[in-house]
Structures are given as structure tokens and as C-alpha cells.
């Protein structure tokens, strides 16, 4: 069974801030099931969009961990609001997670 979005961000948020960067919930989504976007900042002001994978993406196992996929790199602000505008037309319960941490840690949480 796979955690509450509610629980994955929040744990999520602690593993960037206990790694010495920084994290922050920018749109609260539905606490059980909403969809999660995380905005990855370099620390040279670019940024990238992550996404939920695919459902069909699980194979037929479907883990309990979340899949991402990056949907924007190294674009600014405006292309980031952009996307996520048009995704909570789709999705209004969805999640927008902020983090500028070391790329390992991006790498295994994502």
C-alpha cells in the first residue's frame, strides 16, 4: 500500500532539510491521493519540473514507491507556472513541492 501524498511531502521535506538544503510546500493537494509536482532549484537558478510517472509505467507489480519523471529542465519561473497551471486545470488537488538540495539526494528521492 502506498503512503498518503500528505506523508510522502512531509517526509520528504525532512530527508532535504536533515541533508542541509532547503524544502518548501508551495500548493497543499488532496492529503490522500493528490498528484505531486516537485520543483527541483539548482544552485544556479535553474530549475526542473518533475512530474508523476505514468501509471502504466509500474509495470505489473506497481511498487509502493512514487515514480518521477522530469518534464521541464533548466527553464525559469514562468515555464514552470505555465505547466503547473495547465496541470491543475486538469488536477485541482494536486501537490507543488519546492526543493535545492544536492543532486544525490534529488536523485533517490526522485
Request: no cysteine; aromatic share 10%; glycine share 8%.
Amino acid at each position: 500500500m502506498r503512503v498518503t501524498s500528505d506523508l510522502w511531502v512531509s517526509a520528504t521535506i525532512r530527508r532535504v532539510f536533515a541533508s542541509g538544503g532547503y524544502g518548501a510546500v508551495v500548493r497543499r493537494g488532496a492529503t490522500e491521493a493528490g498528484a505531486i509536482f516537485v520543483v527541483v532549484r539548482s544552485r544556479f537558478g535553474e530549475a526542473t519540473l518533475y512530474a508523476p510517472r505514468a501509471q502504466s509505467d509500474y509495470g505489473e507489480a506497481r511498487p509502493d514507491e512514487r515514480m518521477f519523471s522530469a518534464v521541464l529542465e533548466g527553464v525559469d519561473d514562468t515555464a514552470i507556472e505555465a505547466r503547473l497551471e495547465k496541470e491543475r486545470r486538469f488536477d485541482p488537488d494536486l501537490w507543488v513541492v519546492e526543493i535545492e538540495a544536492d543532486q544525490r539526494l534529488v536523485d533517490e528521492l526522485l
